[in-house]
């Protein structure tokens, strides 16, 4: 079978064309070096169209008293203080910018009523902060750059895959690829390289992400020798479909919950006034009444308790359903036809604000949301862990490689806000692009090792040679099933030792997987080379996870349900030994700048 | 659970013929779900494309029953499953693997059109002010997801093979989209009538029907700029200017 390679040099390399990576790819053409950018799918199909609730940024339009200050604080106490604290900072300082940025290039926010860019509540944002298009802002988004991006001379490579990545003398080299139409390998040689490629979620069963989220960069990363961090951290967002079966895990977004949508268990109490943490209760609601004048924008009302942060109304949902209190589905109820109690034209309104969620519940569930409470239960969501980078530069810790969005740790720390993933990559994206060409610019060329490429796009087209071999799909759903059942949202040592064992029984499947049909678009060829990426990412979640004996945002140790101090001032780290072997540490946090602490100690 | 059969195309660079599956069928499936079970159980290689599997990123197109709808959002209830079920890839572009085609054709022609250009900001900060009434009606055209399906049905791109002179209903949204964008400094109609073809439209609304997301594309977005276009084409005034300069339009 033919090994024949298609080369193609850029200064930059972008790895992911959803925000992240157009955001990336931009500013590195700006800056004037050639560019190219692969996308596992056709451009504009990324799962940033799926972001629905909005791009968090302290514009202050709605609330004047919200300042980058305040965001900076709501993003460090929505991830329990393990957060990056320097891109929390830049994040904050600099969403705004990026946020009017997108409109100088054709989104279309909706308004406030003199004319600026509308803001919406959000869990974990202290002031009305996320600007957005009814529901469907991640497609406005990763539009609105698509269609900036276009004319800015990148060169783009749709239905690309990316399958390893290679150094030469301690820096990045190149990227070895397939495209997926014909088949055929291509070697990126390129000075610096950015890895925008998203999520793990395909790495669970019940899950918001698409195929494409099998954790491909965090995996070639940490292949290369990049260090991974944070990666016990995956976020389980509190409300997805549970029915029917087929779409269980399609997202609801948190704005049913922002436009004033409440959380009932099967009595029809409001559970989440039941279990308020500490750290939220000065700003959160202790009763109906003032949560619902919340959302009608009264200022002294503090905001109700659906809007409490991802991880913990996940936990409540989660506990509901264990108590015998759920939905017939095994789910709760999120419910925002209640709203015509206190408005006129409630229908209208939900419909205007969340067009996308009444289409989608219309359409697949025969649900209509204006006048029917929605099943709702924890699905699989975000990776807060990813490439261990450089706060200002998203340099990793291999020379040359930058990774930004999802692909990336440290603005999220434990927990993330719904919102601060759409500023996350807008502003960490064009970072990446800005650092990354300069990057370029100081480096020469470099081409990796002939012998180290044959035998990666050897190791592409082994599947081939054992056509009787293993159904890849087969090991792929036996994978899902183990990570959802032993590592989900409630963990326990003795399930996750379990789950090493058999991840280790999983990579000896894997190893054995055929694959029938030629090269040409065939997506069991596609699902057996995966499968090293699952693995590799699953295991670096069970190996934090085991060492993480607390329970912190998104990780829930069901035998150390308490948050402990001892755990407060490192992230995990993982990275690859001498022998291929993963490789467990602790990387502390850096003490705080002063100005910084003291506005952190500010805002308590 | 009870089966349905499909008979699913199968075949490369035009070449095939529909082949029959039978998978079991449960509540709330949709067709992209049975060509998942397929595909995992009985067929790996089967290519398709999909991604959000939630109506919102447009790339599971695909004929059912000989109609362009979004696999992921054709529920199996709303067929009739006593009957094989057709899935075939949409017919106006090359035929690539079984359900997958080469779209690539869209991309190249929006890349045509000249990109958004705003006027100077209004307000001393850098940013505009933009009544909600005035971006409502480019919102609903922002809309879009570029599934492509108004480009598969449309006849002068389906029948006529018009592709070099027509952009289709998908980039006159864009188009529209862009006219009408309360910021938008340029002007498109010349290029519209010219080289994008906007006068091969004759309203059939085909490509109304098809559209997923609703957007009325005949009504709103492309009868509004056939009109504009005509108006500035055959405006007295703009052919006294042109004929001067030596620029007019012609009919």
Redesign the interface.
């Given at each position: 079978m033919t090994t024949e390679l298609e080369t193609r040099d850029h200064d930059v390399l972008v790895i992911g064309a959803g925000g992240a990576g157009l955001r990336a790819a931009i500013e590195a053409a700006a800056a004037g070096v050639s560019v190219g950018l692969v996308c596992k799918s056709l451009l504009g199909k990324a799962h940033t169209v799926m972001a629905e609730g909005g791009v968090a940024a302290a514009l202050a339009n709605v609330d004047d008293r919200d300042s980058w200050k305040v965001h900076f604080t709501d993003t460090l106490r929505g991830g329990q203080y393990l957060n990056n604290w320097r891109m929390a900072e830049l994040h904050a300082k600099e969403a705004p910018d990026r946020v009017r940025e997108l409109e100088a290039w054709g989104a279309l926010f909706d308004r406030t009523p003199d004319g600026r860019i509308l803001q919406r509540n959000f869990g974990g944002h202290r002031y009305p902060r996320l600007a957005h298009v009814g529901d469907r802002t991640g497609l406005e988004m990763i539009r609105t750059l698509q269609d900036h991006g276009i004319h800015q001379g990148i060169d783009v490579h749709m239905e690309v895959t990316v399958v390893s990545l290679f150094t030469r003398e301690g820096r990045i080299a190149g990227a070895l690829a397939y495209d997926r139409e014909r088949g055929r390998f291509r070697l990126f040689r390129a000075k610096a390289i950015v890895i925008a490629t998203g999520g793990v979620g395909r790495a669970f069963k019940i899950t918001s992400n698409s195929w494409e989220y099998s954790g491909d960069g965090q995996s070639v990363a940490f292949h290369a020798g990049a260090v991974l961090q944070d990666m016990e951290f995956v976020q389980f967002h509190p409300t997805g479909m549970v029915w029917p079966p087929s779409v269980r895990g399609i997202l609801v977004t948190e704005g049913v919950r922002g436009e004033g949508g409440v959380l009932k268990n099967s009595e029809g109490r409001r559970f989440m006034f039941d279990d308020i943490p500490d750290n939220y209760k000065a700003q959160t609601a202790d009763n109906p009444e003032e949560g619902w004048r919340y959302v009608l924008g009264d200022k002294n009302a503090r905001r109700p308790p659906e809007l409490l942060t991802r991880d913990h109304v996940a936990r409540c949902i989660m506990r509901e359903v264990r108590d015998g209190r759920g939905s017939p589905h095994g789910g709760v109820y999120l419910d925002i036809a209640w709203i015509k109690e206190k408005m006129p034209k409630a229908a209208e309104h939900i419909r205007k604000k969340l067009p996308s969620m009444y289409h989608q519940f219309k359409q697949l569930a025969d649900i209509d949301i204006t006048t029917t409470p929605m099943e709702v239960g924890p699905t699989t969501h975000y990776m807060m862990g990813g490439i261990r980078v450089d706060g200002d530069t998203q340099m990793s810790s291999l020379p040359g490689l930058f990774a930004a969005g999802e692909a990336a740790a440290g603005l999220h720390g434990a927990n993330r806000l719904g919102g601060n993933s759409l500023s996350d990559l807008l502003v960490f994206g064009r970072r990446a692009g800005e650092f990354a060409a300069q990057f370029a610019r100081a480096h020469s060329a470099s081409t990796p090792d002939a012998g180290e490429v044959k035998e990666a796009t050897q190791e592409a087209l082994a599947p081939f040679a054992r056509p009787t071999g293993e159904n890849p799909y087969a090991v792929q759903h036996d994978l899902q099933s183990l990570m959802q059942d032993l590592v989900g949202i409630v963990r326990r040592q003795e399930e996750m030792v379990r789950a090493v064992e058999g991840l280790q029984k999983l990579k000896a499947r894997a190893a054995n997987v055929g694959v029938t049909g030629n090269r040409e678009y065939n997506p069991g060829w596609h699902t057996a080379l995966d499968l090293k990426h699952l693995l590799t990412v699953s295991e670096a979640i069970v190996a934090s996870a085991l060492a993480r004996r607390e329970s912190r945002g998104g990780h829930f140790r069901d035998d150390f349900p308490d948050k402990s101090a001892a755990f407060s001032s490192f992230n995990f780290v993982v990275k690859r030994a001498p022998d291929g072997a993963m490789e467990l540490g602790k990387e502390p946090i850096p003490p705080m700048r002063d100005e910084l602490a003291k506005i952190v100690e500010e805002m308590k | 659970m009870a089966n349905a059969t499909f008979q699913i195309w199968r075949g490369?660079q035009g070449t095939g013929s529909f082949i029959e599956y039978a998978t079991p069928v449960?509540?709330?499936?949709?067709v992209l779900?049975a060509i998942h079970d397929i595909?995992?159980?009985q067929a790996?290689?089967?290519?398709?494309?999909?991604?959000?599997?939630?109506?919102?990123?447009?790339?599971c197109s695909a004929e059912i029953n000989g109609q362009p709808r979004l696999m992921c959002?054709t529920?199996l209830n709303e067929l009739d499953l006593a009957k094989p079920v057709t899935v075939e890839p949409m017919r106006s572009f090359p035929h690539?693997?079984?359900l997958?085609t080469?779209?690539?054709w869209n991309?190249r022609v929006?890349?045509k059109i000249r990109?958004?250009t705003?006027r100077r900001?209004d307000a001393p900060d850098?940013?505009?002010?933009?009544?909600?009434e005035d971006?409502d009606r480019?919102?609903e055209f922002?809309?879009?997801?570029?599934c492509f399906l108004c480009q598969d049905v449309c006849h002068v791109l389906r029948d006529h093979h018009l592709h070099e002179e027509f952009i289709g209903p998908r980039y006159l949204v864009h188009a529209a989209a862009?006219e009408m964008?309360p910021?938008?400094t340029l002007d498109r109609r010349e290029e519209l009538r010219k080289a994008h073809g906007i006068g091969y439209c004759n309203i059939t609304k085909c490509c109304t029907m098809v559209c997923p997301e609703h957007i009325t594309i005949t009504d709103n977005a492309i009868i509004p700029l056939k009109e504009r276009v005509m108006d500035h084409a055959f405006d007295p005034i703009v052919k006294l200017v042109g004929l001067i300069k030596g620029t007019t339009p012609g009919p």
């Open positions: - | 490369e449960s509540e709330g499936m949709v779900d595909q995992a159980a790996n290689d089967l290519a398709v494309r999909w991604n959000c599997k939630a109506g919102k990123c447009g790339s959002m529920r690539h693997r079984d997958v080469d779209v690539s991309f929006k890349k990109k958004f705003p900001p850098g940013t505009w002010r933009m009544q909600q971006v480019v919102q922002r809309k879009c997801i570029e862009l964008h910021l938008d």
